[in-house]
Each structure stands twice: as structure tokens, then as C-alpha cells.
């Protein structure tokens, strides 16, 4: 049976504005390798201090844990008292915006960036994330682009976000749906 895939035709410039220089965006390639994907347990504020140069805007005490990825740290905002766990990746092809008082648990992965499978050619389908205040990512969660996870919110462990989540409730599943209030 013939495939209507058609790989070779992919544009990876169209539908991806990468935000940087590509001399920018390598020394980042450069400075993640040493700082952020090693397990070695450099002090946060470094890390924050290190995404700021690059052009995050990161809030006051937000822990960042050993082997975090940030595809592009211009492309992200965190609040205050925000922590990250390790091994989380933040694939932030367009803005990631994580309030205050988050929590993103251990192998979370923010997806911002994906491919339209309805066109042969599989375009860039990108969206932003936003994770409102005192919201909780829990381990291994997958959330997809163009997703608000409401204030206060908690995403259950292993739960996929494929839809918009509302504030103060408890969330799990795959698809990842509304249970029961929080507060």
C-alpha cells in the first residue's frame, strides 16, 4: 500500500520563528550541555542566572533540578517560588508561561511544538503553554501545545493534556479530564 507521506517535502523553517540567532542558539546548545543536562547539581540561582543571560525571564526562588532541558530559554517565563524536577523537558517552540508557585514533577514534558498529520508533508503545528498559579504538573505528564492548565490545578502523574484544564481541580487521565475539586 502507497503512503501519502511525504517527508522529503517538510519545511522546517516554515512555521518555526526560532527566535534567536543561530550563533545564540548554539552557544545555548553549548551552555545546556554543561549546566542543565548533566546530573551534576549545579546551584539553581546559576541556572536561573544562566537562562536570564539568554533571555528568560525567570521569577525569585525557582529551583531548577539536574538534566532539565529548555529548548529555547528566550522563549520562557517563570513566576516566583517555581520548582522544577528532574529530567522535565521544556519544548518551547513558541512562549511557555509557568506562573508562580508551580510545581513541574520529575520527566513532565511540556510539548510546545508538534506536526499537522492531516497535511502529507507533516508542517509545524506549534502552540504556547501556560501554566497558571499554584498549578502541579505531576511526574511524567505529557502536555500538549495551545494548553492553559488553571490556577491551582493538579495534573495526576502520567496524565496526557490534550485539553485546556480548569482552575482548583484534580485532573488525571489519558485523555486527562476533570475529577473532583482541589480546594
Known sequence: MSSKVTLNKFNHKEGLDRGASKFKETLWYLVKMLF??????????????????????IGKNVLIKPRVNIHFPWKLEVGNDVWIGEDVFILNFEKIKIGSNVCISQRAF????????????????????????GCWVGAQCFVAPNITIGTDCVVSACSVVTNSLPENMICAGNPCRPIKERF
Open 36 to 57: 542543565f543536562l548533566t546530573a551534576f547539581p549545579f546551584l539553581s540561582c546559576l541556572k536561573c542566572w544562566i537562562l536570564r543571560i539568554f533571555g528568560a525571564k
Open 110 to 133: 511540556l510539548c510546545g511544538g508538534n506536526h499537522n498529520y492531516k497535511n502529507p508533508s507533516m508542517s509545524y503545528r506549534n502552540g504556547s503553554i501556560t501554566l497558571e498559579n
